[in-house]
Protein backbone atom coordinates (compact mmCIF):
# COMPACT_ATOMS: atom_id res chain seq x y z
CA UNK A 1 0.00 0.00 0.00
CA UNK A 2 1.23 3.50 -1.06
CA UNK A 3 1.00 5.72 2.32
CA UNK A 4 3.47 8.02 4.96
CA UNK A 5 3.47 5.92 7.59
CA UNK A 6 6.62 5.03 9.07
CA UNK A 7 8.39 3.53 12.24
CA UNK A 8 10.08 5.86 14.13
CA UNK A 9 13.75 3.92 14.97
CA UNK A 10 14.47 3.57 18.69
CA UNK A 11 18.04 2.94 18.88
CA UNK A 12 18.57 0.27 21.42
CA UNK A 13 15.64 -1.25 21.64
CA UNK A 14 13.11 -3.67 20.16
CA UNK A 15 10.45 -0.58 20.49
CA UNK A 16 8.59 0.30 17.02
CA UNK A 17 6.39 3.55 16.75
CA UNK A 18 4.62 4.00 13.90
CA UNK A 19 3.49 7.69 12.61
CA UNK A 20 2.29 9.93 10.06
CA UNK A 21 4.59 11.85 7.81
CA UNK A 22 2.60 14.58 6.23
CA UNK A 23 5.52 17.19 5.44
CA UNK A 24 9.09 17.37 6.47
CA UNK A 25 7.45 19.77 9.57
CA UNK A 26 4.12 17.62 10.36
CA UNK A 27 4.21 14.37 12.02
CA UNK A 28 1.41 12.62 13.23
CA UNK A 29 2.28 10.04 15.96
CA UNK A 30 0.66 6.90 16.12
CA UNK A 31 1.21 4.16 18.42
CA UNK A 32 3.15 1.44 19.05
CA UNK A 33 4.70 -1.60 20.67
CA UNK A 34 7.44 -4.06 20.88
CA UNK A 35 8.69 -5.82 17.72
CA UNK A 36 8.50 -9.29 17.74
CA UNK A 37 8.78 -10.33 13.87
CA UNK A 38 10.69 -8.77 10.71
CA UNK A 39 7.59 -7.21 9.88
CA UNK A 40 4.39 -5.14 10.80
CA UNK A 41 2.41 -7.59 9.09
CA UNK A 42 3.39 -10.32 11.25
CA UNK A 43 1.88 -8.99 14.33
CA UNK A 44 -1.50 -8.46 14.79
CA UNK A 45 -1.31 -5.40 16.94
CA UNK A 46 0.96 -3.85 15.66
CA UNK A 47 -1.04 -4.35 11.83
CA UNK A 48 -3.80 -2.92 13.74
CA UNK A 49 -1.65 0.52 14.40
CA UNK A 50 -0.61 0.93 10.85
CA UNK A 51 -3.82 0.38 9.56
CA UNK A 52 -5.44 2.71 11.56
CA UNK A 53 -2.82 5.42 10.49
CA UNK A 54 -3.66 4.40 7.04
CA UNK A 55 -7.54 4.62 7.27
CA UNK A 56 -6.89 8.18 9.11
CA UNK A 57 -4.36 9.11 6.03
CA UNK A 58 -7.32 8.51 3.37
CA UNK A 59 -9.84 10.24 5.50
CA UNK A 60 -7.41 13.19 5.67
CA UNK A 61 -6.48 13.17 1.56
CA UNK A 62 -10.63 13.16 1.23
CA UNK A 63 -11.04 16.08 3.00
CA UNK A 64 -8.26 18.16 1.80
CA UNK A 65 -9.75 17.03 -2.00
CA UNK A 66 -12.98 18.21 -0.76
CA UNK A 67 -11.93 21.26 0.16
CA UNK A 68 -12.33 20.98 4.02
CA UNK A 69 -8.91 20.68 4.76
CA UNK A 70 -5.34 22.17 4.06
CA UNK A 71 -2.13 21.08 4.83
CA UNK A 72 0.70 23.68 5.08
CA UNK A 73 4.64 22.65 5.22
CA UNK A 74 3.80 23.27 8.82
CA UNK A 75 -0.42 23.23 9.72
CA UNK A 76 -2.87 21.36 9.33
CA UNK A 77 -5.80 24.10 8.93
CA UNK A 78 -8.89 22.79 9.63
CA UNK A 79 -12.39 22.85 11.59
CA UNK A 80 -13.25 18.98 11.46
CA UNK A 81 -13.20 16.53 13.63
CA UNK A 82 -12.29 12.94 12.21
CA UNK A 83 -12.69 9.59 13.99
CA UNK A 84 -11.01 6.82 12.48
Known amino acids: MSDSVVALPVLKSKLRLYCLRLTDKILIL ?3 DVKRSRAYEEDDTLQGYVIDLQRFER ?3 QEVRAGNVEITE ?6 KTFEV
Not at 74 to 79: C, M
Request: glycine content about 16%; hydrophobic content about 35%.
Open 74 to 79: KEILTD
Open 30 to 32: GNG
Open 59 to 61: LLK
